[in-house]
């Protein structure tokens, strides 16, 4: 398999633009996570789907963060409008049958200036 | 808050000695524990993951848990350089059965 596929590996954007990032899965996998790693703050998560389904998005730090999962291979965050604090690395992960045994992608490292 | 402690290093082990790396959480309900490895740079990885009470080994890493203490630990036997990563500690929570990561613990071997 090709592991977790992350998309763009790097996005550097002007506050107030749109970003999307994008992720595809392990296939066969049913849960799906959405992290945010700074410096100061660590890996944190943002929210997570099981099939397909948003179970917890109180890590969504604000309205201005959506995450879709339309089908079991691809799934998105976007944030709207960006800010220069959310500069940070942003990694999907998947897992079968729980969210133990993770496996990352290469993450996005987001600049916002 | 449920919280997994670890201190943030860096540990610096010579070559061919033994790292030891420790975490302790606070959700007693916890039952499954997580080592992940993650190299600057890069992703995390899953090294090692331990259930019951004691060590499990493989290869040169061994795990231990201990949950009347609440405390996890992962040994490096024959430290390599190559070994010098952040090594990020995780629980699994009965409650809502989300991970739990620690802040992670900067080891460096010095060859």
């Known amino acids: 398999d090709a592991g977790v596929i992350q998309s763009p590996r790097h996005e550097v954007t002007e506050m107030g633009q749109e970003v999307t990032l994008r992720c595809k899965p392990i296939?066969?996998?049913?849960?799906l996570f959405w992290y945010r790693q700074t410096m100061m703050r660590g890996l944190e998560l943002l929210i997570y789907f099981n099939n397909n389904v948003p179970i917890d998005d109180s890590g969504m730090p604000e309205d201005r963060f959506s995450a879709k999962m339309p089908n079991a291979s691809f799934s998105t965050l976007k944030i709207q409008p960006s800010e220069p604090r959310d500069s940070a690395v942003y990694f999907c992960?998947?897992?079968?049958?729980?969210?133990?045994?993770?496996?990352f992608g290469p993450g996005t490292r987001l600049t916002v200036t | 808050q449920k919280e997994v402690e670890q201190n943030s290093g860096p540990l610096s082990v010579p070559e061919g000695a033994i790292a030891s790396l420790n975490c302790t959480y606070s959700d007693r309900g916890s039952q499954s524990f997580f080592w992940y490895r993650q190299y600057s740079g890069k992703s995390p990885e899953l090294i090692m993951f331990i259930y019951s009470n004691g060590d499990k080994e493989d290869g040169r890493f061994t795990a231990q848990l201990n949950k009347a203490s609440q405390y996890v630990s992962l040994l490096i036997r024959d430290s390599q350089p190559s070994d010098s990563a952040t090594y990020l500690c995780a629980a699994l929570m009965d409650s809502n059965y989300q991970l739990i990561w620690g802040a992670g613990t900067k080891l460096i071997i010095k060859p």
């Open positions: 992960a998947s897992s079968l049958g729980g969210a133990g045994m993770q496996y």
């Open positions: 296939s066969g996998h049913d849960y």
